[in-house]
């Protein structure tokens, strides 16, 4: 699927990072009534703390447009264990799940798992073996699978489970490993769960770009965001979304944002520090050239009051913000169509398989 003809509008997602347990169903619910079309969730595992992935699956079924979109680890986890938990959260949130994919340098998740530490080049192979793992058994039950035939007392056609036989290649740097599957699930509601990456971590030599759906693209400033999504664009052609990755801190309350005292810390993502006014104009510059931006808050609570009363109504009004999704999936956010299983047995797979690729 080509991204190359751009929509009018683009989409924004917000990163909810800084909402614990006791404030996540309400920030959550903010951002989707403001009109946002994704909330993500970083994977920061602390002693105590539920992981990205379960924090998710906590917002899917409370929610009814906002995609859920968490963080999960390629590298230190099991990657069987990573596709059917993700293809549970597509089902909790109504087809509305995605999966970032993250690859980092940790000796201490390694230690936490008894692994060899891994890092380099051998990160991004760990990361497209866990992808190519996930994708295969999402496939690996047919959309028909499950047959609930009560006369025969047949829950599922056999036929229509597929082993994946996945194993790592040659030159895998790390301790080989196969996947038999099939998955212990039924495929996800949107067949395949969109995938996005950092930009850095794909292309040639790393994460093949035709296994992911999107891209997350950061740099230094604000005026270099522009750019380097141009970069990017170019070098991983129009096959994939590019979502451009930005810090906010906004005037709020009463107080500027030099003077808050919850900015966050410094990062490797652009960061707006200022009135409502100016990060709406970059957001329209940012969504002529990417299909979506993701907001990075100072403190969720603070900048989601703005956002949703300020900066996100205004974008709508200008045309630069497409409208929520009403009942729809986050592949429909990324404009992906449904694909077809790639073990399908169905005639309909089947006669479109003789007659080539569209």
């Known amino acids: 699927m080509s991204i190359s003809n751009k929509k009018a509008s683009g989409f924004l997602a917000i990163e909810l990072d800084g909402a614990g347990y006791v404030n996540l169903a309400r920030a959550v619910l903010d951002a989707e009534s403001a009109g946002f079309h994704a909330a993500t969730f970083k994977d920061a595992p602390e ?24 963080e999960v ?8 264990h990573i596709s059917t938990q993700l ?6 949130s109504g087809g509305r799940a995605g999966w970032i ?15 060899s530490f891994v890092e380099g080049d051998a990160l991004a192979q760990e990361a497209a073996a866990s992808i190519e793992v996930g994708r295969r058994l999402w496939d690996s039950w047919e959309d028909d699978a499950v047959i609930r035939d009560v006369a025969t007392g047949r829950y599922l056609d056999v036929d229509k489970l597929h082993y994946v036989d996945f194993e790592t290649p040659a030159d895998f740097s790390g301790t080989p490993y196969s996947v038999k599957g099939p998955s212990i699930i039924p495929r996800p509601l949107q067949g395949q769960l969109p995938v996005l990456a950092a930009a850095k971590l794909v292309g040639e030599g790393q994460v093949p770009v035709e296994v992911v ?3 997350l693209v950061s740099a230094p400033t604000p005026e270099l965001l522009t750019a380097e999504i141009r970069d990017v664009r170019a070098r991983l052609g129009g096959s994939v979304a590019i979502v451009a990755e930005l810090d906010v801190v906004l005037d709020a309350r009463g107080q500027s944002a030099a003077s808050r005292p919850a900015a966050p810390p410094e990062s490797d993502r652009a960061r707006y520090s200022g009135p409502a006014g100016g990060l709406i104009d970059l957001l329209e510059v940012l969504l002529a050239e990417a299909e979506g931006v993701r907001l990075h808050p100072a403190a969720v609570e603070v900048e989601l009051e703005e956002l949703s009363r300020l900066v ?3 974008l709508r009004r200008l045309g630069s913000l497409r409208p929520p999704v009403q009942d729809g999936t986050f592949r429909d956010v990324l404009g992906l169509e449904r694909p077809q299983s790639r073990y399908s047995t169905s005639a309909a797979a089947i006669a479109a398989g003789k007659q080539g690729p569209a």
């Open 47 to 70: 002693a105590g703390r539920a992981n990205a992935l379960q924090r998710a699956a906590f917002a899917g079924p409370i929610t009814r447009t906002i995609a859920v979109v968490p």
């Open 73 to 80: 680890d390629t590298v230190y986890t099991e990657p069987f």
């Open 87 to 92: 293809a549970s959260l597509d089902y909790v």
């Open 101 to 115: 994919v993250t690859a980092d340098e940790s000796p201490e998740a390694a230690a936490a798992v008894g692994r």
């Open 213 to 215: 759906d999107a891209v």
């Open 312 to 314: 996100l109504p205004e």
